[in-house]
């Protein structure tokens, strides 16, 4: 089955302590990204990669890293997270390289809480 | 920088009636649209997009969206709602490499 998975599905976690969230595609996707999810705010991208080894900013970087060292991977790292970042967090993935017409794939979501 | 409103928080309609879901766009040169619909504790899952061509576009379970360029609209249509229908409704652009999103609008349903 053509998906997106991510892990944890829920976290909390206390401030400063660092933590990862994996994110992992099967369908060959070259593009992928981190959003997340505030009310009233929508969805704002954290990150993104448009292939392998190549990663850019989003709108929400700051407290954030990624990295894309193989195709199906690209996790988000908190290295000293704070309460203003808990927040629903998406992967997504689509085959855009170059073209921003493809529709893209989300996965189930992270619940993360930071206290 | 491209942008997305999405005027309404909240949009009540009940089931058989026809529903619309109002979204507007900032954005400059060519717009690539689309509608996302979110169920609860799920990911997002996408309806329909417009990229050129026919200003009516169809979409997953029934819905369509019109693009109005001067209006700078791409409002979400479905001629007959569901119960099932009841989710959160995303409108966004795609600019460049990054997709930008509207705040959302809950889409209420009642039988």
């Known amino acids: 089955e053509a998906q997106v998975t991510q892990n944890p599905r829920y976290l909390i976690t206390v401030t400063g302590k660092k933590l990862t969230v994996t994110c992992s595609q099967n369908?060959?996707?070259?593009?992928m990204s981190w959003y997340r999810q505030d009310p009233g705010l929508g969805l704002r991208q954290i990150y993104y990669?448009?292939?392998?080894?190549?990663?850019d900013k989003g709108d929400v970087p700051e407290g954030y890293k990624v990295s894309r060292k193989e195709k199906r991977n690209f996790p988000l790292i908190l290295e000293s997270p704070s309460p203003n970042q808990t927040s629903l967090y998406f992967c997504a993935s689509s085959w855009t390289s170059g073209s921003p017409y493809h529709e893209q794939f989300f996965g189930p979501g992270t619940r993360l809480t930071v206290l | 920088a491209q942008s997305v409103a999405q005027p309404e928080d909240q949009v009540n309609v009940a089931e058989g009636n026809p529903l619309t879901v109002k979204c507007t766009y900032s954005?400059?040169?060519?717009?690539?649209l689309f509608w996302y619909v979110q169920y609860p504790n799920r990911g997002l899952q996408f309806l329909l997009k417009y990229i050129t061509g026919d200003n009516l576009v169809k979409g997953s379970y029934g819905f369509e969206a019109e693009f109005n360029k001067s209006q700078t609209s791409f409002h979400l249509k479905k001629p007959s709602a569901l119960v099932s229908d009841s989710a959160l409704y995303f409108c966004?652009?795609?600019?460049?490499?990054?997709?930008?999103f509207g705040g959302g609008t809950r889409l209420m349903v009642k039988p």
């Open positions: 369908m060959n996707h070259e593009y």
């Open positions: 990669s448009m292939n392998v080894e190549v990663t």
């Open positions: 966004a652009v795609n600019y460049g490499n990054m997709l930008t």
């Open positions: 954005v400059s040169g060519n717009p690539y």
